[in-house]
C-alpha cells in the first residue's frame, strides 16, 4: 500500500470568490488587506437576508465624489470596482478631517 499523502505539494493560496466558503480567518485577513489598500472604505463580509455572504465596502466620508457603496458575492468583482473608482476619481480633495487624520 503506498502513502499517496506523502506526495502531495503544499498549494499556493488562492483568492476567496463566492464559489469557495471562506473561513473566519480567511475573511478576516482579506479584510485587512482592504482596508489598508483603500484606507477612504469600511469593509465587511457578513449575510445579507437570503442571499448569503456578501463582501461590503462603503466609502467613510458619504459625502465624497466617487463610488459610495459595493455589495456582491464575489470578491474579485468588489476589489475591481474599487480600482475603477480609484482610477476614475483619482485622489480628490484633500479635506480637514483629512488633514487631521494625517496629523494622528
Known amino acids: 500500500m503506498t502513502d499517496h499523502g506523502a506526495q502531495r ?3 499556493e493560496p488562492t483568492p476567496l470568490t463566492s464559489s469557495e ?3 473566519a480567518v480567511d475573511a478576516g485577513r482579506e479584510l485587512m488587506r482592504l482596508a489598508m489598500a483603500y484606507p477612504a472604505f469600511r469593509f465587511r463580509h ?3 437576508g437570503r442571499h448569503g455572504l456578501r463582501w461590503i465596502a462603503e466609502r467613510r466620508d ?3 465624489h466617487g463610488l459610495h457603496t459595493v455589495i456582491t458575492a464575489d470578491l474579485g468583482e468588489l476589489q475591481a470596482a474599487l480600482v475603477q473608482d480609484s482610477v476614475r476619481s483619482g485622489p480628490g480633495p484633500i479635506t480637514r478631517n483629512d488633514a ?3 496629523l494622528l
Open 9 to 11: 505539494r503544499p498549494e
Open 100 to 102: 487631521l487624520r494625517a
Open 62 to 64: 458619504g459625502l465624497s
Open 46 to 48: 457578513e449575510t445579507v
Open 21 to 23: 466558503p471562506a473561513s
